[in-house]
């Protein structure tokens, strides 16, 4: 025989005493004994597999018995055994993903229908959170397919404003989108492709005062950047904070893509702890890129996301994959964890955000060489005037012969800027000549290269092209 | 709704709310003391949760014995206990259903941005298959009319 003492929950069911006398050599026969007399307790005491409730704590004297042989502990007569709760709950948590309305089983009927996804996943994607960085070519296609498969919150970054030039790849936005808000227009489309979700926009230029900020809420960073800076400061913050990054990068035919800063695996700077020196590795915005390229990588981004929010399959976790669209090919390099890496490393040297324009040797403004004085330079509307005068001048175009083909000066000559020092043979030293490219900044270089060897009279045309047509001919395009 | 009613006091409210937002974004906890469905005390007892405050708390049995014994010493019975739900409204989660006890009353205070919204109170069902909601009546109002169960 002993004592079991009840605690205030459960006086209810003991005929409201607070101690009850059972028989017994064992605490699990006391509760039995106990649930025998008194059969309101037991659904409160145990599960339905039988065990005792996590929650439901057995003392035996002033020990758990869990620290003692937990149902087998013996009791003696003089013990006291003590039935004493804790007390336990909370908010939602990750673990208990909302549920879906019947709407959105509709909506998602493809994906709960799959085992690997089903109901359980399903609700994973709505509980879960992901910030795309930027809402053009990558972001484009990343946004609109996480969207669709109901990632619950979407972030979106971006400072930009729909231009016609983006209009061949970035299909979140439409011909009357141009002129927009690239947020705006990004978020009506994606309001409209998915009412269920909710966008969160942020029209800011990523910096390292406000990324950690702006990252800390979300699970997965989608990097849709087209820069060196703000590539390398979405990785170190990605690492920093401990969140996976859904890389993709694009160039022409050649598209890039990984997952960087996941759990043991690599990061960007794991493959290049150094950025390239600055002007050599060309943007899209001076090299160009295949409208269809994002939507391949952008896709495998979104991809890569939904199987890390879903923790299925072999994410792309130290591997970086190449993709060429000429050659309609895929390949693998196998990336490795550097313990040497500056942010991801055993000994980490990056330890909060830096100024990335400094460390990519990207100076902002000046965006002509300096070494171009006034006294080298025309404008648009001096070289007209001229023009119009009836002065001799040469005008030499340096741009790509594909780029002469959008639009021209009349009267140009088209010698690329690379094959200047082969062929400048082809102009005469007593010409008044006219450099002139895009915007003024290749031509500036052919002018310093034609004054090197001997060219007395050379002018740069500032602005290039583009101010030409702003200012004299805008019957033109512009690119 | 079920026929379960509890009256708080407004020093009672006061202080629930108040122990609700200073530990947001974190969830607080503590005792209900008072008799006959009428809570005159609050005991505010430390969230051990090793599962992240943020999402869960935890009345260990030493804080819940502790509870006990202050109930008896102030001259009232525990009655139930009370919980924060930051940045969530204040209806009882799976979680709470699953780790619930019986009889005790449960009120739950949602807090967001660290200023407290709805209260509300909760009771297990007999078969533990979900929460009844309860009407949380103010104790110094004589006119029942006055009584603003705050709703989630």
């Known amino acids: ?138 972001g484009s296609p990343a946004a609109m397919y996480l969207a669709a498969a109901g990632v619950g919150r979407l972030g979106i970054v971006d400072f930009d404003v729909v231009d016609f030039s983006n209009l061949q790849r970035q299909i979140l936005h439409g011909t009357p989108d141009v002129g927009r808000s690239k947020l705006a227009s990004a978020k009506d489309r994606l309001n409209a492709l998915n009412p269920e979700i909710q966008i969160d926009t942020y029209e800011t230029a990523l910096s390292s005062q406000n990324a950690l900020k702006l990252f800390e809420p979300y699970d997965v960073i989608v ?77 495998i981004q979104a991809t890569e996301t939904i199987k890390l929010i879903l923790g299925v399959g072999e994410p792309l976790v130290g591997r970086f994959l190449i993709f060429d669209a000429l050659r309609m090919k895929f390949r693998e390099l196998k990336l490795r964890r550097d313990p040497e890496c500056p942010v991801c490393g055993t000994h980490p040297t990056v330890t909060h955000l830096i100024d990335y324009e400094q460390f990519c040797g990207v100076t902002p403004a000046a965006p002509e060489p300096a070494v171009v004085s006034n006294a080298t330079e025309i404008t648009s509307l001096e070289l ?22 959008i639009c021209r000066i009349p009267g140009a000559v088209l010698i690329p800027l690379g094959d200047v020092p082969r062929r400048y043979h082809e102009l005469d030293p007593n010409d008044e000549l006219i450099m002139q490219c895009r915007s003024g900044v290749r031509s500036a270089k052919a002018a310093d290269f034609l004054r090197s060897v001997g060219f007395p009279r050379v002018l740069n045309l500032k602005g290039g092209i583009l101010d030409w047509i702003d200012k004299v001919d805008p019957s033109q395009p512009k690119y | 709704m079920s026929d379960h009613a509890l009256i708080v006091t407004r020093d009672v409210e006061a202080a629930i709310r108040r122990h609700g937002e200073a530990t947001y974004p974190h969830e607080c906890c503590g005792a209900l003391v008072g008799r006959d469905g009428r809570v005159t005390a609050t005991v505010a007892l430390p969230n051990t949760t090793e599962e992240g405050p943020r999402r869960r708390f935890l009345v260990r049995p030493s804080d819940y014995r502790e509870a006990e014994r202050r109930s008896s010493e102030l001259g009232g019975e525990l009655l139930g206990f009370y919980h924060s ?68």
Request: hydrophobic share 35%.
């Open chain 2, 85 to 152: 739900h930051p940045d969530h409204p204040a209806r009882p989660s799976q979680y709470d259903l699953d780790h619930a006890w019986p009889t005790f009353a449960y009120i739950i205070v949602a807090v967001a941005n660290k200023s407290s919204h709805d209260m509300t109170v909760w009771y297990l069902k007999e078969d533990r298959s979900s929460f009844e909601e309860g009407t949380l009546n103010h104790g110094e109002d004589s006119h029942s009319n006055a009584a603003p169960a705050v709703h989630g």
């Open chain 1, 1 to 138: 025989m002993a004592k079991i003492l009840i605690p205030t929950p459960l006086r209810p069911y003991t005929d409201k005493q607070d101690a009850v006398d059972v028989a017994g050599a064992t605490v699990g026969e006391l509760l039995a004994d106990l649930t025998r007399k008194h059969s309101g307790l037991k659904g409160h005491l145990y599960n339905e597999q039988g065990k005792l409730r996590s929650f439901v704590n057995i003392y035996v004297n002033d020990e758990d018995i869990r620290y003692l042989q937990h149902e087998k502990t013996p009791v003696a007569a003089d013990d006291t055994v003590s039935i004493i709760p804790s007390v336990a709950g909370g908010a939602p948590a990750v673990t208990e993903a909302p549920t879906l309305s019947n709407d959105e089983v509709k909506r998602y009927s493809r994906h709960l229908i799959m085992p690997e996804v089903g109901m359980e996943g399903q609700r994973k994607l709505k509980a879960a959170s992901v910030l795309c960085i930027g809402a053009g070519g990558l």
């Open chain 1, 223 to 299: 990097d849709g950047t087209d820069n060196f800076p703000t590539r390398y400061l979405v990785n170190d913050a990605c690492v920093l904070l401990g969140k996976p990054n859904a890389y993709g990068s694009i160039f022409r035919f050649e598209g890039q893509a990984s997952v960087f800063g996941a759990k043991d695996g690599p990061c960007y700077r794991c493959l290049y702890p150094e950025p390239p020196p600055p002007g050599l590795v060309p943007s899209c915005a001076e090299g160009g890129v295949l409208g269809v390229l994002p939507g391949i990588i952008g896709v």
């Open chain 1, 384 to 405: 007209k005037q001229r023009l119009d005068r009836g002065d001799k001048l040469k005008i030499v175009d340096v741009r790509e012969p594909n780029e002469w083909q």
